[in-house]
């Protein structure tokens, strides 16, 4: 009887411990980036050995990976598809984290055979203005031609969340 009395005294405990788990686990997941209005332009190496602008004079998609980043690899491929499918209207961007070396993000590349621009933030001077408090990976930002944020993701994003995202602005 003892036991029975201390289980139902703990057990909705219990419950609501989860429940308030499992409610901030899926806001966490799903919350959108408190935010810069605009970022100030940058220019980043890329793999290349080129130079890319950011914002540049068009629709511009920037996803910030890393090579340690499971989701970030399953994301690649169709980032990569929709950068061919964009082109012209619109500016698929990756860009790494800057702990990853150059040499393994250009592996991946390889083994991926993406053919997406791939920057590299060696500094973290993007990463620093679009996720000030902190950055979760994979993440995602959409900005316009003239650096203004028009929408953010924490964590993996699907193909059709993008298309849409874009679709919508162009």
């Not at 220019?43 to 970030?72: A, H």
């Not at 990569?80 to 619109?90: T, W």
Request: hydrophobic share 40%.
């Amino acid at each position: 009887m003892k036991g029975e009395e201390k289980q139902r005294r703990w057990l909705p405990r219990l419950i609501q411990g989860l429940v308030l788990l499992l409610v901030f686990g899926l806001g966490l997941g799903y919350s959108v980036y408190s935010r810069p209005e605009t970022i100030q332009a940058v220019e980043l190496p890329t793999l290349g050995g080129d130079r890319v602008r950011v914002p540049d004079e068009r629709l511009t998609w920037v996803n910030i990976w890393s090579v340690s980043c499971p989701p970030c690899m399953e994301e690649m491929p169709y980032l990569d598809r929709l950068s061919g499918e964009y082109a012209g209207r619109a500016r698929i961007l990756g860009v790494s984290v800057n702990y990853d070396p150059p040499n393994v993000v250009d592996d991946i590349r390889e083994h991926l055979k993406l053919s997406l621009p791939l920057a590299l933030d060696l500094d973290g001077q993007l990463i620093a203005q679009l996720a000030p408090k902190g950055l979760v990976v994979p993440s995602h930002f959409l900005l316009d031609a003239k650096g203004e944020v028009l929408a953010s993701w924490k964590g993996p994003v699907s193909e059709e969340t993008i298309r849409h995202a874009l679709d919508q602005h162009l």
